[in-house]
């Protein structure tokens, strides 16, 4: 089985600033890690994905992310955010054996003020 | 560019009553998953569907509910007798191969009374 955390549960940032939303996971098997994106009133969104390769990963909207297995992470970030950033985002895992159901955290909501 | 529609966008039942929750995915897609989201916490993943039958479910997915691919374009989900700790948003999403790459629809939210 596999599980992740999310420790933020919010994220205020002001608008142009940095950003990193930290996600950290558990699994006795290999996974694949994405990152989905939440707008309000709508679906989950991917923003990016790791499978295999180069452990830094380019998504939409200028986000990256970056794999350490050693520390068990996929941190999202972002140089410069902009208020239409504001979302709900979620980290995500896939067992690549049974390469299935996404097993989610709890979420991080970003909230970008001017 | 297509996208996974879900209706009704909002269901208020009665505690007993059977809904159906409706899904078309993307037309291409071969693989079908039902998940849900109660309010405050984690995205659950339900069922996954793929040629036809289930591939895998969940402990949540008991009895009460089924899914059913009835005339190859929806996806649905039902559930027989609704309690109230199933009042969630329930998504929708289809992958086209082994990607891995799952598209979510905007989501049913169903509000048990």
Redo the contacts between chains.
């Keep these: 089985a596999q599980s992740v955390t999310q420790l933020d549960s919010q994220v205020p940032v002001f608008e142009e600033a940095p950003v990193e939303l930290r996600c950290n996971y558990s699994s006795s098997v290999s996974v694949?890690l994405?990152w989905?994106v939440q707008y309000p009133?709508?679906?989950?969104?991917?923003l990016l994905?790791y499978?295999s390769g180069s452990t830094l990963v380019k998504g939409i909207n200028g986000f990256e992310a970056e794999f350490n297995k050693s520390q068990t992470s996929f941190h999202l970030r972002k140089p410069s955010v902009h208020i239409s950033d504001t979302a709900e985002y979620?980290c995500?895992v896939?067992n690549t054996g049974?390469?299935?159901?996404?097993?989610?955290?709890?979420?991080t909501r970003l909230q970008v003020t001017l | 560019e297509p996208e996974?529609t879900?209706t009704p966008s909002h269901q208020v039942t009665q505690m007993g009553q059977e809904v159906i929750l409706r899904c078309v995915p993307i037309s291409n897609h071969l693989?079908f998953?039902w998940?849900r989201q109660i309010l405050g916490?984690?995205?659950?993943?339900l069922v996954?569907f793929y040629n036809n039958e289930i591939?895998?479910k969940?402990e949540i997915f008991d009895d009460q509910f089924s899914v059913e691919r009835p005339d190859g374009s929806n996806f649905t989900l039902k559930i027989r007798s609704t309690k109230l700790e199933d009042s969630a948003m329930y998504?929708c999403?289809s992958q086209r191969d082994?990607t891995?790459?799952?598209?979510?629809?905007?989501?049913t939210r169903l509000t048990v009374t």
């Design positions: 694949y994405f989905y009133n709508q679906g989950l969104q991917l994905k499978l979620f995500a896939i049974t390469a299935s159901k996404l097993t989610f955290g709890t979420g | 996974v879900q693989y998953y998940y916490q984690k995205v659950e993943f996954s591939s895998e969940s998504f999403a082994r891995y790459e799952q598209y979510f629809g905007p989501g």
